[in-house]
């Protein structure tokens, strides 16, 4: 027999193997499987478009706009004149929904902050080169030469490290001395961010819990976040405005 008949051999031996379709293993495997098949795109995409558009549609309802109603309250003195008496008198109201408003900035990741553009930082002016040798393949050593927050385990030198910073609330007009949870953002990069540089602009997180806020909901609010307002490296303290 010739070298690669050994399937001819085996249907004659065996016989055909059953055909199932694709379509009556996937019910069975549906079937004796006790997770649920995942959704396919086009339903993920149709529910997606489904929220896109009902929250769009609520918006325009509540979208800043203008609205007539009659003037009930005001009475003349005297009588009116007959061209005058066909005409109704209308005040203009703006409808205005915050909380919408609100939760579509949030949304979008949009914070009204103090400090909207700050100054670009470079890299040489953030990374100092110490020299160590008297070749130039040896300087390639970089030391951060801005205020740094980390947490008390790292080992860092403590000469432009901070744990705690002034705040100040806009609405009650008063500074707090505040201990720093966590620098959230840096607007110079995300390995400032992560290294915990800290400069003017940066989103920082502040432990709040000493003010005594609360939630809707009647929750203590421990973290809340705040934006750098000063350069901390030439004043050496850390000024920041609480967003609220």
């Not at 930082?121 to 080169?129: D, G, K, L, N, T």
Request: charged content about 35%; glycine content about 6%; aromatic content about 6%.
């Amino acid at each position: 027999m010739p070298q690669g008949d050994y399937i001819d051999l085996h249907r004659k031996r065996h016989g055909y193997r059953p055909i199932i379709s694709r379509r009556r293993g996937r019910r069975r495997r549906e079937k004796y499987t006790s997770d649920p098949p995942l959704p396919k795109r086009e339903d993920v995409c149709k529910k997606r478009y489904a929220e896109k558009a009902l929250m769009k549609k609520t918006l325009a309802m509540h979208d800043e706009s203008t609205s007539r109603r009659k003037v009930d309250d005001k009475v003349h003195d005297g009588a009116l004149p007959a061209y005058l008496l066909d005409r109704d008198e209308t005040t203009r109201a703006k409808v205005l929904s915050n909380t919408i408003k609100q939760k579509r900035k949030e949304k979008a990741g949009k914070w009204d902050v103090p400090l909207p553009k700050v100054r670009p930082v470079a890299e040489e002016e953030m990374f100092r080169v110490i020299r160590s040798g008297k070749r130039k393949s040896k300087q390639w050593k970089r030391m951060v030469s801005k205020v740094t927050f980390v947490g008390p385990r790292f080992i860092r030198p403590m000469a432009l490290r901070f744990t705690k910073a002034h705040v100040t609330h806009p609405e009650l007009k008063c500074t707090f001395n505040l201990e720093i949870i966590g620098v959230k953002k840096n607007p110079n990069g995300t390995m400032y961010t992560s290294l915990g540089v800290v400069t003017r602009g940066t989103i920082i997180e502040v432990n709040v819990s000493e003010l005594g806020l609360v939630t809707p909901a009647g929750k203590v609010v421990w973290g809340k976040y705040a934006q750098v307002t000063n350069n901390p490296e030439n004043d050496g303290c850390i000024n920041a405005v609480l967003l609220v």
